[in-house]
């Protein structure tokens, strides 16, 4: 089964939810970033919700931004999505390792510490919309459904699993966020409450082998599916980006460059990607920066 995302209502529109898969995207991450475990689960957590949270966009072209700045041995973690359920990330800290909590899940809320989460959604306008809230657990899930009650007024359950294999491969990744409308009946709250009181884990869903839409229904019975897209770990870099990137370092910049003799290696941190820059083509960049 290829990762995936589905989005819908449910209760007669009352319910809106935004549910997906996310191990193969999970796993790239950790192929590239070489992640422990315990930073496999929390970068494929925000990944995850950056999947879902990308696709809550009213416009092709947005780009949400999910930032968490911690003090624990982690750092922090940038997710960036567009509204394609394409997302990527970086995770500061690679390598960290903590012992186990008492219910033997990996500690993310000691690794990520204490500190902020930060939502930036970029419109394409001047300045983009910033919501900043303080993390509550560090577990992530939790810390979005607070963001979402307190920086957007809205009730919101989000659920995050990251499973984690014996050879630290990703055994099942993925996620829901469900959100109450305006309108929603005291009564339907309720029943959305009990249901996802008795959930359980998104991991022990897919365990059991529910699909993505059967792991919802626990929750929303009557989930309609109005739109199915694929999920992906995705880079937008390029050679041309890189380049346009080096051009508006301007003149100055440029010619100290030529001036010290030496290629200059570009790296994005996110796909791991380089991209080396010989300097009779950063001679070419500066002489094509001075005909514009
Ligand atoms: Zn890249």
Known sequence: MKDHMIRGT???????????????????????????????AALGRLLTAGAMMGAMGKNDTDIITLRIDGDGPIGGITVTADSHAGVKGIIYNNHVELPLRADNHLD?????????????????MKDPYVGQTLLHSGE????????????????????????????CSVKQAGGFIIQMMPFASDETVSIVEKNLSQFGSVTNSFENGNSVLEMIKNIIPDAEIESDIPVKYFCNCSRDRVRRALESLGNKELQSMIDDGESVNLHCDFCNKDYLFTIDEIIDIKKTLNLQ
Request: proline share 3%; aromatic share 10%; net charge negative.
């Open 140 to 167: 992530i899930a939790e810390d979005l459904t607070y963001y979402f009650a307190e920086s957007e007024q809205i009730p919101t359950s989000v659920a995050l699993g990251v499973l984690v294999d014996t050879d």
């Open 10 to 40: 449910g209760f007669g529109s009352q319910v809106r939810f935004f549910a997906a898969s996310t191990k193969e995207t999970v796993e790239e991450a950790r192929r590239i970033h070489d992640t422990y475990p315990l930073c496999t």
């Open 108 to 124: 993310v809320g000691r690794g990520v510490g204490k500190g902020t989460l930060s939502v930036i959604k970029d419109f394409g």
